[in-house]
């Protein structure tokens, strides 16, 4: 089968190409899943670069994110027949469920990633259990469905479970130009709050205002927060940061008193100085999150599937040319999310 693969860690130059890889067998609870599209997350660049403390065996196929056609199932699949169009839930939850993580089953550790310590999207077929399967309706393309799992769950699990983000509320999430912040901008924007951002590009800052975003800031600008807070003065209710570092003491002064900050990752680094008084004089309420659970994903299907949403495709790559949409990836150099397609 096609696959794009990488034998030990390091750079762009590490990923591989073939048409010869060998196809995955089915076990009896997995269906086969010819993938017809496979979205980029960073995850998928930070799996190449080695990811610190996790041991995986090579040749490695990456990729979280899964859309595509069954072609096989196993003799205990019950709800999955062939031709069933499906997407994939990002992770394999694990066997041990605690009755306090009902709501978020993910949240019980042994999952298992795609792409990290299961083969991944970027190959033509994968096994995967039908737990981990949700049926995509005829109207959403492969493409856009492949954009869900990892980016659109995360968003819909920050915005409608943490948040619970209503309308009216003030909604600001830095670096709105990427795949979680495309869709953190659509489906805030689709609860009714107003929706704030910031870009590094005047380009993709117009962008941002098509795809939803109320007000949009340059990050670069030095009186960014002094701007935003004369334009809210009371304070924002809620604000997504995922850049960590260098955001952390704009976010904690944005928010308005008992505000929300919501960390999903750091892409500038993973320890900030926290001012415990302000904290709790300013009653303000800090949460962590990680992916979504399954009545996330499958309330972005419907969003999806009823036009609610409209995931932002930059461009498609031909799996054959899975280094070139990394290395595009890696740029910065675009918005939303890059879908390789088979
Ligand atoms: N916790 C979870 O379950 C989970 C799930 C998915 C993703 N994540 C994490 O969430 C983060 C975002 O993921 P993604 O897939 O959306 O990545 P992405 O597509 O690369 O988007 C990140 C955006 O951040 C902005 N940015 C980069 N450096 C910045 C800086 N110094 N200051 C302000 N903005 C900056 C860029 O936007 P501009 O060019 O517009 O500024 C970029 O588009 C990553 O850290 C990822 O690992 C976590």
């Given amino acids: 089968m096609k696959a794009a693969y990488y034998e030990s860690n390091g750079n762009l130059e590490v990923i591989k190409f073939s048409e ?39 040749p490695h196929i990456p990729g979280g994110d899964i859309s595509g056609e069954v072609v096989e199932v196993g003799s205990k699949v019950k709800d999955f027949k062939e031709g069933d169009r499906i997407v994939s839930f990002p992770i394999v939850l694990s066997d041990k469920q605690n009755p306090k993580f009902e709501d978020n089953p993910q949240l019980n550790f042994g999952w298992k990633f795609f792409g990290m310590h299961l083969p991944g999207g970027y190959a033509e077929y994968v096994a995967i259990p039908e737990t981990a399967l949700y049926k995509l309706p005829d109207n959403v393309s492969y493409e856009k469905a492949s954009t869900l799992p990892t980016a659109g769950l995360t968003a819909i699990h920050a915005i409608d479970s943490v948040a619970n983000l209503k309308k009216g509320d003030t909604f600001l999430v830095w670096g709105g130009s990427g795949g979680v912040g495309t869709f953190a901008i659509q489906l805030a924007k689709e609860r009714g709050a107003t929706v704030i951002t910031t870009t590094s590009t005047e380009e993709k800052a117009q962008k941002l205002k098509e795809i939803g975003a109320d007000y949009v800031y340059m990050r670069d600008d030095e009186n960014i927060v002094e701007k935003i807070k004369e334009n809210f003065p009371g304070g924002l209710d809620v604000v997504l940061d995922y850049v960590g570092p260098t955001t952390f003491d704009k976010s904690f002064s944005l928010l308005r008193n008992d505000g929300q900050i919501l960390f999903c990752g750091m892409i500038t680094g993973r320890e900030v100085n926290l001012n415990i008084q302000q904290m709790y004089f300013r009653h303000l309420n800090i949460c962590g999150l990680f992916l979504g659970n399954p009545k996330n994903m499958q309330d972005l299907i419907k969003l999806l599937a009823d036009g609610k949403i409209d995931p932002y495709v930059d461009s498609v790559y031909d799996i054959s040319n899975a280094k070139e949409a990394q290395k595009h990836f890696e740029s910065g150099n675009y918005i939303g999310k890059i879908v390789l397609s088979f």
């Fill in 20 to 58: 010869d890889f060998p196809k995955p067998e089915i076990n009896n609870n997995e269906v086969l899943v010819k993938v017809k599209a496979s979205s980029i997350n960073m995850i998928d660049t930070v799996m190449r670069n080695g990811y610190p403390g996790l041991q995986i065996s090579f």
